[in-house]
Antibody, heavy 117, light 111 residues
Framework: EVQLVETGGGLIQPGGSLRLSCAAS????????MSWVRQAPGKGLEWVSV???????YYADSVKGRFTISRDNSKNTLYLQMNSLRAEDTAVYYC???????????WGQGTLVTVSS | QSALTQPASVSGSPGQSITISCTGT?????????VSWYQQYPGKAPKIIIY???KRPSGVSNRFSGSKSGNTASLTISGLQAEDEADYYC???????????FGGGTKLTVL
């Protein structure tokens, strides 16, 4: 059974850093497209980043240069390193296993990141 | 402002059919057959219901169908049921510059 469990969210001050983790089971992270999608409170979905099986990464313009997606194959875990956090980064962050770049087939339960002083 | 335009809300009575539109541009919906649709209940993670414009994942009811014409994709739900009341989001590939865009979401109310 495919499972994705995100951790690492919390309250952080503007300008701070946070690393989200997404522990996967039931499949191999390194063999799949893995993405981060976020949802601000009461708002719609926003794609954040993807890492291909070959290691190529892409980012939304809103996070480019501040966020880094990565994975640890030995731990079968996806990460999102978030630096220079802003109030507008406040959202629930979901990790997803994708079968194509827009087919977010499996989702975690999400982890809430709140950026506030 | 979302890259893809969806109506904020739609409604229908049980048993009826409704269609949710998702309007993009020639840079996204109009150029790629990589449109997907997601259903989301309050406080829950989204669930994929349509991918690659019109394909249905295993286990998704055949009451859900997708299509595309030009720059507009559509999700049709037939035989509306109370359990269909949820938020629906469309998503499209938009090339290697913008990459992935979502619609703003549509709240479906079953009357």
């Amino acid at each position: 059974e495919v499972q994705l469990v995100e951790t690492g969210g919390g309250l952080i001050q503007p300008g701070g850093s946070l690393r989200l983790s997404c522990a996967a089971s039931g499949f191999t992270v390194s063999s799949n497209y893995m993405s981060w999608v976020r949802q601000a409170p009461g708002k719609g979905l926003e794609w954040v980043s993807v890492i291909y099986s070959g290691g190529t990464t892409y980012y939304a313009d809103s996070v480019k240069g501040r966020f880094t997606i990565s994975r640890d194959n030995s731990k079968n875990t996806l990460y999102l390193q978030m630096n220079s956090l802003r109030a507008e980064d406040t959202a629930v962050y979901y990790c997803s296993r994708s079968t194509t770049v827009t087919t977010f087939y499996y989702w975690g339960q999400g982890t809430l990141v709140t950026v506030s002083s | 402002q979302s890259a893809l335009t969806q109506p904020a809300s739609v409604s229908g009575s049980p048993g009826q059919s409704i269609t949710i539109s998702c309007t993009g541009t020639t840079s996204d919906v109009g150029s790629y057959n990589l449109v997907s649709w997601y259903q989301q209940y309050p406080g829950k993670a989204p669930k994929i219901i349509i991918y690659e414009v019109s394909k249905r994942p295993s286990g998704v009811s055949n009451r859900f169908s997708g299509s595309k014409s030009g720059n507009t994709a559509s999700l049709t739900i037939s035989g509306l049921q109370a359990e269909d009341e949820a938020d629906y989001y469309c998503c499209s590939y938009a090339g290697t510059s913008t990459f992935v865009v979502f619609g703003g979401g549509t709240k479906l109310t079953v009357l």
